[in-house]
Structures are given as structure tokens and as C-alpha cells.
């Protein structure tokens, strides 16, 4: 069964409901077997990466994600979730996941009128071809709430960019079978729902 | 590059959608959740419901508005309105809405913010700011006050001196709302959304008075807002989001045209 990890941090009900209307019946749990067990993983989030990585480590949830990765089945991560699965976060100087080489920064424009968080709707650039992207173009507009942003080491990584300001950062992470957006493809309207309609016929 | 928004404000009396017209006599113009639907698939941006219910034990009703709102519209939507504590605000996110707007609660008792964007993120609280044009003077340098219960209680509170503080203790975004241009459809309060806009480091939307669409386009370029907040000129049927956003797009402005 799809498993929507639950570590206090964000709105997990927004994401079921998401699923629930592309048709994919998804169990909320903080439990680590149950993250361990699930056939397909979504690991959403918002707010603090500190506190975040806190209570998965308090949960015994950081093993199981990467217990979960290593176990080669899907796994989709959401806004933190995506920030979270790299090795470092300028946040609070924290350590993640370290399921994808690279760290997230603070966006910092010289610019004052360029605002930080960097909210609302913008565009993606594909990067590089990938099963889940298949009904995405280039140009098409998702939401996003951040003031971090993610850097990758390795270019393979980086499926889809955005542009904020001068910065042009990486909005779509992918490594083997782990997907992972920047933006919150649960309040992404029909497009977001189809990227999530995609996630429930992936198989890696 | 981010499109500005254009965000659509419901207000819900008792369940029913209301249209405010200087915030004194609302009228009955139909279901919340129908019309959330309705522009949801006409392209919106995003949504505000600002909950005006008068007694207390109504808000469960509002509780039963969100919740279902939440499983037909998957954009971002906040709800405003009685908003006094943590619970409240948490009670709201878990009913379905994204962010949570807190106004005269916040005036009266600024640590609120505070409490709101520890508890559920600096991103998920906006502070909404009703502001009424006064003499500029030493004690409102802005020459705008601050006014809480729908414009009626002057707080002796410079409005840009309230947004300053309100960014600091931690809102994500500000609604400015004028209430000299609330209702009107005369425009926006174009010096006082672009004054507050350049002052703060977080996004700014615009709220009162929209009439036509120059309107929006004055206060998304002019105006220097981040997003436009409209209600009857949509309400009423006399325009649609998707014409205003196309209206905009023809004239330079980034808005989200893909749907």
C-alpha cells in the first residue's frame, strides 16, 4: 500500500487527499515498519528542516527512509522532502538524508525586491528526460513555497530547473528510484495532479 | 520566472458565500464551495475565505466549509477571520486549508504572529492588514492607520510601522486591504501597497477595490504587488480569471496561463 510519511511536518492531509483523487488510497504513518513495508512512499513537508530531521530521527524515520530507498521501490519526496534527501541543509547547519550528493542553500539576493520566501507560481525547465515527466513540458507552472533551494553535485540529478531572480535552481531531483519536487505538486492544480497520477503508475 | 497571482476572496457568512461592500451590508450570493470549483477550473491562482460569521459556535460550520473545499480545489487556500490562538489556526490546516490569515487578533496581541509561524511555519501565516487613509502626522508618519472590526475600531497603529513589525515576527506574506477602496471597485490604494511592498521582504497582496482590469494591472506593475486579490468584479459574473489573466498576459504581465 502507498504510505505518506507522517513526521509533523506539514499538511499530510492535503497530500492524501491529492491521492485519493488521482485514485491512489494512501495510509498516513509514522511508523517506521510501516514506511519500511510500503509498496510506494511519498515524503512531503513544510516548515523548519530542523525540526524536521529531528523528529524523523526521534521516529527512527530517517533509517527507514533510507532502508525504504535502498529497497529500490518508488519513492517520491515533496518541498522538504526534497531538501531533505541531500546530504546538508544550510538550514540550522544540519545533516540529512544524504540520498543525493549536493546541499540546499539560503536563496540571497542582492536585489531587495526579489522576495524571500520564494512563493507562488513558476516555471519549470526539463532538464532531462524521465518516466514521471512524460506528460510535463518545459514552461509548465507548478507552486512553490521555499526559502532554500537545492544543489546537487551530481547534473544527473537535476531533472527540472527554475529560474527566481538571477538564480536558477533545481526544482526536480531524480536518482534511481527516488523523484523528488521542490514545488507542492498537492496544490499544483491539474498539472500537479497529473504528476501525481504518474507516481501512482510508476514502477522503477 | 514567478507569475504574479491573481487570488480570489470569498467571504463566508454562516456557510454562505457574502459580498461585503464597505464591509456594512453583505448579501447572500450562493455556496462557497460550488464557487471555489467554479474558478478553480476557470484558472485561479489561489483562494482567501474570510470567515465573517458572527457568533462563535458558528465556526464548526466554517470547519465543514474548508474540509470540503479541500477535496474539490488543489491550488493553495488560506481562511482569515476569528482567528485568536494556535488551535484555531490548527484546526484550519488540519480541515484542509494551506495558510491562515489573522488580522485584528494579531493587532491586539502582535505575539500571535509569532506563535502562528512557530507553530505552523512563517509561510503558512499571513498577516492580514485592514488600513483606512489618515493625516500624515509624527503619530502616522505612513499617513495610514491601522483599523480593526471591519474598518470600524481606529488602533492608533501606523500601517506601515504594523507591516514592518509583522514581518519580523514572522508572517510570510501581508494582505494589505484598504478599506477606503473596499467595495468601491474604483481601484486599488495604489501608494499604499506599493509604500508597503518596497518596504517588506516578503510578498505583498493587494486587496480592495478592484473594478476593471487596469486595475489589477495598475497595482501588479505600479502598485508593486506580488498578487491581486479580487471578489465582485468576479463574484458578480462581470469578468472571469480566465479573461483577466489573458487580459494581462497581452499586456506584459506574467500570470499563469497554463491550466
Known amino acids: 500500500m502507498p ?14 487527499r491529492a491521492c485519493q483523487h488521482v485514485g491512489m488510497d494512501a495510509e498516513i504513518s509514522a511508523d517506521p ?3 519500511l513495508a510500503a509498496d510506494k512512499l511519498i515524503f512531503p513537508g513544510v516548515g523548519s528542516a530542523v525540526s524536521a530531521v529531528d523528529t524523523l530521527k526521534t521516529r527512527g524515520l530517517d533509517e527507514a527512509l533510507k532502508g525504504y530507498y535502498e529497497s529500490g521501490r518508488p519513492l517520491l519526496g515533496i518541498c522538504l522532502g526534497l531538501q531533505i534527501v541531500l546530504e546538508h541543509t544550510e538550514e540550522g547547519d544540519k545533516d540529512c538524508l544524504g540520498l543525493v550528493e549536493g546541499a540546499c542553500e539560503r ?17 519549470i525547465n526539463i532538464e532531462c528526460r524521465h518516466p514521471m515527466l512524460s506528460e510535463i513540458q518545459s514552461g509548465d507552472e507548478f507552486y512553490f513555497v521555499h526559502s532554500y533551494y537545492a544543489r546537487p553535485v551530481r547534473e544527473e540529478n537535476v531533472l527540472g530547473t527554475t529560474d527566481y531572480g538571477d538564480i536558477k535552481f533545481c526544482s526536480i531531483i531524480g536518482k534511481d528510484n527516488l523523484f523528488a519536487t521542490q514545488f507542492h505538486l ?9 504528476l501525481l497520477s504518474a507516481f501512482k503508475g510508476w514502477s522503477v | 520566472m514567478l507569475s504574479k497571482r491573481i487570488i480570489a476572496c470569498l467571504d463566508v457568512r454562516d456557510g454562505k458565500l457574502a459580498k461585503s461592500v464597505k464591509f456594512v451590508d453583505t448579501k447572500d450570493i450562493g455556496d462557497p464551495v460550488e464557487k471555489a470549483r467554479e474558478y478553480y477550473d476557470d484558472g485561479l491562482d489561489e483562494l482567501v475565505f474570510y470567515d465573517i460569521t458572527a457568533s462563535s459556535d458558528a465556526r464548526n460550520i466554517m470547519l465543514d466549509v474548508v474540509e470540503k473545499v479541500a477535496g474539490e480545489v488543489y491550488i493553495p487556500f488560506s481562511v482569515g477571520g476569528g482567528i485568536r490562538t494556535v488551535e484555531d489556526a490548527n484546526k484550519l490546516l488540519w480541515a484542509g486549508a494551506e495558510k491562515i490569515n489573522v488580522n485584528s487578533a494579531a493587532v ?16 503558512n501565516t499571513v498577516l492580514s492588514m485592514d488600513i483606512l487613509k489618515v493625516e500624515m502626522s509624527r503619530e502616522f508618519p505612513s499617513g495610514y492607520e491601522v483599523v480593526i472590526n471591519g474598518g470600524r475600531t481606529p488602533m492608533g497603529l501606523d500601517a506601515l510601522e504594523w507591516a514592518l513589525k509583522g514581518e519580523e515576527l514572522g508572517a510570510g506574506e501581508l494582505v494589505v486591504n ?27 497582496i493587494a486587496s480592495g ?5 487596469e486595475h489589477l494591472l495598475e497595482v501588479l506593475t505600479e502598485g508593486k504587488a506580488d498578487a491581486a486579490l479580487v471578489a465582485s468584479m468576479v463574484h458578480y459574473g462581470d469578468y472571469t480569471v480566465s479573461g483577466l489573466k489573458a487580459w494581462l498576459s497581452e499586456r506584459g504581465v506574467k500570470v499563469r496561463m497554463r491550466y
Open chain 2, 209 to 213: 477595490g478592484a473594478g476593471k482590469p
Open chain 1, 3 to 16: 504510505v505518506i510519511v507522517d513526521y509533523d511536518a506539514g499538511n499530510v492531509r492535503s497530500v492524501q
Open chain 1, 107 to 123: 536563496f540571497d539576493f542582492t536585489d531587495r525586491s526579489i522576495k524571500v520566501p520564494h512563493i507562488g507560481w513558476n516555471e
Open chain 2, 178 to 204: 484598504s478599506i477606503d477602496a473596499d467595495g468601491t471597485r474604483e481601484g486599488y490604494e495604489i501608494n499604499l501597497t506599493r509604500m508597503i511592498a518596497e518596504a517588506v521582504s516578503i510578498p505583498v
Open chain 1, 186 to 194: 498537492e496544490k499544483s492544480g491539474e498539472l500537479g495532479l497529473k
Open chain 1, 33 to 35: 515498519e510501516v514506511v
Open chain 2, 108 to 123: 491586539k496581541r502582535p505575539e500571535l504572529i509569532a506563535e502562528c509561524a512557530h507553530a505552523i511555519g512563517n509561510q
